[in-house]
């Protein structure tokens, strides 16, 4: 697995640092680049955003292939410096540092799991203030065109491109204005006016771990606060508490919900009701 980082100095801040990267493309082109020039087995790839303490961006890319020297990954993402900066100086890197953590997966689904504990795990330190404010969507990972299927492409990738051979450029297109959205603070500070009850099971992943697995049940229609007076969790600083099964149900028909049932968050397909497997326990969020 690699991790991209950004050098500091190169921006004014770290949101002008996470657009910059977001408008060039980087982790994608910096893919491609390996892809061209035959280091890769195909062009997929997978990366999760995490963030410094000091709010700049990095990334953790999995990508397809059996070996790439660091010097090239290097080279490759150094490639992405702004045009406007002065020419490198001293040990600093020219965009950023990149650092490669070899792990012995099994499969491309262990990989994934491996990658993904990024997404679910709570940061060390709170979200910047720029991300909370920043009116858009910042996606907390990214992935490549059919990802999820098999790959349609030779193992066997022909031989790299040369600098003559690079495509030409197409032109970008037209940026059409978008409306403001509600920033992640905004939604923030409507948190807890609304609840979600969920039936969590434990059940054994691919790897032989136990992991707990949420089940979406339903929205009532007190908010979370109300919910938590009401069976007596008055710790306001709890962002769950249990509720027993008959609650759950009795909660969600008053709300009248028709379409109740059980959906995995990792799945689409819903889970019967009539399986006769007792929850673990549930729990209201």
């Not at 403001?180 to 500070?189: C, H, S």
């Amino acid at each position: 697995m690699w991790t991209l980082t950004i050098d500091p100095t190169l921006f004014s801040g770290p949101e002008e640092a996470f657009r910059y990267v977001r408008e060039h493309r980087c982790s994608a082109e910096f893919v491609r680049f390996l892809h061209r020039h035959g280091y890769l087995n195909s062009p997929r790839f997978f990366y999760v955003v995490e963030w410094h303490k000091n709010g700049y961006v990095h990334y953790h890319l999995l990508i397809d292939t059996n070996y790439v020297p660091h010097s090239v990954a290097r080279d490759a993402w150094n490639r992405f410096r702004p045009v406007w900066c002065a020419p490198v100086q001293g040990s600093r890197p020219g965009f950023g540092s990149v650092w490669f953590s070899k792990r012995d997966f099994e499969s491309s689904s262990h990989a994934i799991g491996y990658v993904t504990k990024y997404l679910v795990k709570p940061p060390r330190h709170p979200y910047p203030e720029w991300v909370m404010n920043f009116n858009g969507r910042i996606k907390k990972y990214g992935l490549s065109h059919g990802f999820w299927k098999q790959d349609s492409h030779p193992q066997n990738h022909v031989g790299p491109e040369t600098a003559e051979e690079k495509q030409p450029e197409k032109s970008p297109p037209e940026v059409k204005p978008r409306k403001l959205l509600p920033t992640i603070g905004d939604r923030v500070k409507h948190c807890r006016e609304s609840a979600t009850i969920y039936e969590i099971d434990t059940q054994l992943d691919p790897d032989g771990v136990e992991r707990d697995v949420y089940f979406y049940y339903g929205c009532p229609k007190q908010s979370f606060d109300e919910l938590q007076e009401k069976f007596g969790h008055r710790d306001g600083s709890k962002k769950s508490f249990p509720i027993s099964p008959f609650d759950a149900r009795r909660l969600i028909e008053r709300r009248g919900n028709e379409s109740r049932g059980y959906w995995p968050v990792e799945s689409d397909q819903p889970k019967t009701t009539d399986d006769g497997l007792p929850p673990v326990y549930w729990e209201v969020w």
